[in-house]
């Protein structure tokens, strides 16, 4: 098992293209990086939804002839790493409805915090769920009656109620809408292509790839309809102050090609490895990150600290999971696979080696042993982020607090774990000062365990499928009684 944290999905919407499938195709290629479990395209064909979903990467899924056969001028994707619910094909999105109010599609980015009990409430009001993904219960709210004015106050009813992190592309039949969280998690941005049509993206490379020009980020708490009338704004939480932005998006999530609230997250990755070399100032021979993650810090840190720079990690770009049973032989060879060491480079050399973090340190450890191996005379492993000391609640898959290094191991006994000469991390305040934003900004919980939003403890990502679980347990057990009363 990968154990560096997943990604969370990715989402894209157009409107307004006469090859909106093709067009939302390319957009969800450029946000693969944040899901390979599945991927999915609904498109509206001005009578009817279009859907196709499947499990594997998005090229696996879509070919020529299938996208053509997607007709619409408006269509979301969604590109899927589960963070709540099983990696199955029911849980893929989008997901789509038929009701009341019409038909609506909907694909969500985020992880809502309060998902367990707004389903109990639901379910007691007759909701049936057809899957175990924390989306649903955002379209089963938007499903129910509420105060006249159509989508629009739906969806206020509904962000009023739910809590935690969402940035969502919602389709109907005559709307694109793109939703973003009071806290604004999640990252949303809009974009228009050359005949008018609007898109939207959780980054910004996909539009580059659609060759969109980028219109602005979403605010926090701000809805956008687009209609053929053109596109109007709501804000839904006028009051809200508080920004918690996931910092973990500039030192890992994100593209280096994508710009978030106006920094380019290649440059503030720089940055942060300039900042890291400023804060461990270490003897050497090279720099050589950990590729691709470690890449742009690694860089930064050559250039303020004058230390040569070396690829002495090759990346194999070819190499799928491994479905052999995970035994110590198999978990070896899954964490060298990836990585093949120049050894010449590095023989007899003191060496810094820098990643964007450390989490159960198993590849670290590994990384670490190739170089010695190799004869390095020294190694040095710094980390361009602080130590993760608490799981995340919004949507990355980090483990559990207990099974995370910096919990179970103290500095000097991670390092000894490495086996590195030393070890080192950017400072909370240094990561910070590189993004060029305030401090105010941003969701640091995975790093000081100020959660911006409260959460149900035990909260995992089979929550929902736990709790069915036991709903289910439960009625085969009064199923049971019931029919050995009957036959007593």
Same mark, same amino acid.
């Given at each position: 098992m990968d154990p560096r944290p997943k990604h969370y999905c990715g989402v894209f919407g157009v409107f307004g293209? !006469? &090859?909106a499938a093709v067009v939302c195709y390319y957009g969800l290629?450029?946000? =693969?990086? $944040?899901? =390979? &479990?599945?991927?999915? *395209? +609904?498109? /509206?064909?001005? %009578?009817? /939804? =279009? #859907?196709?979903? @499947?499990? @594997? #990467? +998005?090229?696996? *899924? /879509?070919?020529?002839?299938? #996208? &053509? %056969?997607?007709?619409?001028? %408006?269509a979301i994707g969604h590109t899927r790493y589960s963070t709540a619910g099983s990696s199955t094909l029911r849980n893929a999105q989008p997901l789509t409805v038929d009701c009341s109010r019409g038909k609506i599609a909907i694909a969500h980015n985020g992880n809502l915090t309060n998902a367990a009990e707004l389903r109990d409430a639901l379910e007691a009001k007759g909701s049936i769920f057809q899957t175990t993904v924390d989306s649903e219960i955002i379209l089963h709210l938007l499903a129910q009656p509420s105060r006249p004015g159509g989508h629009e106050s739906a969806l206020i009813d509904a962000m009023h109620r739910i809590q935690g992190a969402y940035s969502l592309v919602i389709l109907t039949e005559t709307e694109l809408?793109?939703? $973003?969280?009071?806290?604004g998690f999640r990252p949303l941005s809009l974009g228009q292509m050359a005949n008018g049509a609007y898109v939207l993206a959780s980054e910004t490379c996909a539009f580059d790839l659609a060759k969109a020009r980028f219109i602005r980020d979403l605010d926090p708490g701000e809805i956008v309809i687009i209609t053929k009338d053109g596109l109007r704004s709501v804000q839904a939480f006028p009051e809200q102050k508080r920004r918690a932005f996931c910092v973990f998006e500039y030192v890992y999530f994100a593209r280096p090609d994508s710009s978030i609230d106006g920094r380019n997250v290649y440059q503030v990755r720089v940055e942060m490895g300039r900042q890291l070399a400023r804060e461990n100032k270490i003897d050497a021979d090279m720099v050589i990150p950990v590729p691709d993650s470690g890449v742009c810090a690694a860089l930064g840190y050559s250039m303020e600290s004058g230390i040569p720079f070396e690829m002495a990690f090759v990346r194999n770009h070819y190499v799928g999971r491994s479905f052999l049973q995970p035994s110590q032989f198999v978990r070896d060879f899954a964490v060298r696979v990836k990585l093949n060491l120049i050894g010449d480079l590095v023989k007899g050399k003191r060496v810094i080696i820098i990643d964007d973090s450390i989490v159960r340190g198993t590849t670290s450890k590994a990384r670490v042993a190739s170089l010695k191996e190799a004869g390095a005379r020294e190694v040095h492993f710094l980390v361009s982020c602080p130590p993760?000391?608490? !799981?995340? +609640?919004?949507?990355i898959d980090f483990p559990e607090r207990n099974k995370l290094m910096a919990v179970t191991h103290t500095r000097e006994g991670i390092r000894d774990f490495l086996n590195a000469d030393s070890l080192g991390y950017l400072t909370e305040e240094g990561m910070v000062r590189a993004t060029g934003h305030p401090k105010d900004r941003f969701c640091l919980a995975c790093f000081n365990g100020d959660y911006p939003v409260k959460f149900q403890s035990g909260m995992e990502k089979h929550l929902l499928e736990q709790r069915r679980n036991r709903v289910s347990g439960l009625g085969s057990e009064v199923a049971a009684a019931e029919r050995q009363q009957q036959l007593l």
């Amino acid at each position: 098992m990968d154990p560096r944290p997943k990604h969370y999905c990715g989402v894209f919407g157009v409107f307004g293209h !006469p &090859e909106a499938a093709v067009v939302c195709y390319y957009g969800l290629y450029a946000l =693969q990086h $944040r899901g =390979q &479990e599945s991927a999915g *395209i +609904v498109t /509206f064909d001005g %009578s009817d /939804f =279009q #859907l196709h979903k @499947g499990m @594997g #990467l +998005v090229p696996a *899924i /879509f070919d020529t002839p299938l #996208l &053509e %056969s997607m007709k619409g001028a %408006s269509a979301i994707g969604h590109t899927r790493y589960s963070t709540a619910g099983s990696s199955t094909l029911r849980n893929a999105q989008p997901l789509t409805v038929d009701c009341s109010r019409g038909k609506i599609a909907i694909a969500h980015n985020g992880n809502l915090t309060n998902a367990a009990e707004l389903r109990d409430a639901l379910e007691a009001k007759g909701s049936i769920f057809q899957t175990t993904v924390d989306s649903e219960i955002i379209l089963h709210l938007l499903a129910q009656p509420s105060r006249p004015g159509g989508h629009e106050s739906a969806l206020i009813d509904a962000m009023h109620r739910i809590q935690g992190a969402y940035s969502l592309v919602i389709l109907t039949e005559t709307e694109l809408i793109g939703v $973003r969280d009071p806290h604004g998690f999640r990252p949303l941005s809009l974009g228009q292509m050359a005949n008018g049509a609007y898109v939207l993206a959780s980054e910004t490379c996909a539009f580059d790839l659609a060759k969109a020009r980028f219109i602005r980020d979403l605010d926090p708490g701000e809805i956008v309809i687009i209609t053929k009338d053109g596109l109007r704004s709501v804000q839904a939480f006028p009051e809200q102050k508080r920004r918690a932005f996931c910092v973990f998006e500039y030192v890992y999530f994100a593209r280096p090609d994508s710009s978030i609230d106006g920094r380019n997250v290649y440059q503030v990755r720089v940055e942060m490895g300039r900042q890291l070399a400023r804060e461990n100032k270490i003897d050497a021979d090279m720099v050589i990150p950990v590729p691709d993650s470690g890449v742009c810090a690694a860089l930064g840190y050559s250039m303020e600290s004058g230390i040569p720079f070396e690829m002495a990690f090759v990346r194999n770009h070819y190499v799928g999971r491994s479905f052999l049973q995970p035994s110590q032989f198999v978990r070896d060879f899954a964490v060298r696979v990836k990585l093949n060491l120049i050894g010449d480079l590095v023989k007899g050399k003191r060496v810094i080696i820098i990643d964007d973090s450390i989490v159960r340190g198993t590849t670290s450890k590994a990384r670490v042993a190739s170089l010695k191996e190799a004869g390095a005379r020294e190694v040095h492993f710094l980390v361009s982020c602080p130590p993760h000391v608490n !799981p995340c +609640v919004y949507g990355i898959d980090f483990p559990e607090r207990n099974k995370l290094m910096a919990v179970t191991h103290t500095r000097e006994g991670i390092r000894d774990f490495l086996n590195a000469d030393s070890l080192g991390y950017l400072t909370e305040e240094g990561m910070v000062r590189a993004t060029g934003h305030p401090k105010d900004r941003f969701c640091l919980a995975c790093f000081n365990g100020d959660y911006p939003v409260k959460f149900q403890s035990g909260m995992e990502k089979h929550l929902l499928e736990q709790r069915r679980n036991r709903v289910s347990g439960l009625g085969s057990e009064v199923a049971a009684a019931e029919r050995q009363q009957q036959l007593l």
